[in-house]
């Protein structure tokens, strides 16, 4: 079975928009970068698009994010010198295995005209690159299964960054969160309306990248506290992943069993302390206005 791609996706502001290939993703990572705003790392395995964009620039954070992904294809569109050189140092400990305008992967980047001007306009062709890769399949990163835990009802979750808010409220006839962004809609390139399974908010530390100071780097490995969206409901989590090699483990924060994520696409929050609220009554009505 082929490895798993890992794409660098824009999410700056308005330019970005509409992101394309993200309706595919079996994980959606959103990390802060400055200014209070925030960027993709969209994983994909059980589907591959055929496009996947605007792809935009490594940053510090990723690097440990997906180092629980048995060495995927990480697909980017440049990066700072800081980050480049530790780009390379995960790839010469078998990371992952680099895609790049300037490396191997080469001739399935391409530019969209209709974007606007770079850096908004940079598309992978991923299918086709995935069509060609070899490797080996990631390990599950999360445990899937029945809902376990105390969950209790919830119409979805808020994070505000300060530049940015995101919501995700709960559609009972999907059956699935639907992702808004600054009160509108969040859609894909075909305009529908992206939406997740799951939606993890995890609550984790941030550094100023030493590589790149003016970029705050997420904390994924350690532990720390969250919540898990799904099926309606919430549940108070807390999180463990020691190693950038493990995989994310979750436990009730009441009980301390086993927390298991429904099957499908999972968006993932790394969130600071204080950004994430419950969303009330009046936040969805707000929301469906």
């Given amino acids: ?45 059980g589907a591959v698009p055929d496009l996947v964009g605007p792809v935009r620039s490594a940053r ?9 992904l048995n060495r995927p294809f990480f697909a980017f569109w440049g990066s700072n010198e800081g980050v480049g050189a530790e780009v390379a ?11 790049t305008t300037n490396g191997g992967g080469q001739g ?21 690159l995935m069509a060609l890769a070899t490797g080996t399949a990631p390990e599950a990163v999360f445990v899937y299964g029945d809902q376990a835990g105390s969950p209790v009802p919830s119409l979805g979750d808020r994070r505000a960054t ?52 003016t970029s705050p ?6 532990d720390g506290d969250g919540w898990l969206f799904r099926d309606g409901t919430v549940t108070g989590v807390t999180w463990n992943r020691p190693f950038v090699a493990d995989p994310w483990a979750l436990a009730d924060d009441d009980t301390g069993v086993l927390v298991r994520l429904d099957h499908g696409a999972t968006w993932v929050a790394l969130a600071q302390l204080g950004e994430a609220s419950i969303l009330s009554p009046a936040d969805a009505a707000g929301l469906l206005d």
């Fill in 1 to 45: 079975m082929a490895p798993a791609l890992v794409v660098k996706v824009g999410n700056n502001d308005a330019n970005s928009l509409p992101q394309v290939g993200l309706e595919q993703a079996d994980i959606v990572y959103e990390a802060l970068i400055e200014a209070g705003r925030t960027r993709f790392l969209a994983v994909f395995h």
């Fill in 217 to 222: 780097q997420a904390l994924s490995t350690g």
């Fill in 89 to 99: 140092d995960a790839v010469s400990r078998g990371t992952f295995v680099l895609q």
């Fill in 162 to 213: 300060g530049a940015r808010r995101n919501d995700y409220l709960w559609d009972s006839g999907a059956s699935r969160w639907l992702r808004y962004q600054d009160g509108r809609p969040l859609v894909d390139a075909t305009g529908a309306q992206l939406a997740a399974d799951n939606v993890l908010v995890l609550y984790v530390g941030y550094d100023r990248s030493i590589a790149d100071p």
């Fill in 108 to 128: 399935f980047f391409t530019r969209d005209p209709s974007r606007g001007a770079p850096p908004y306009d940079g598309i992978l062709e991923a299918a086709d």
């Fill in 60 to 68: 510090s954070s990723d690097i440990a994010l997906i180092g629980n």
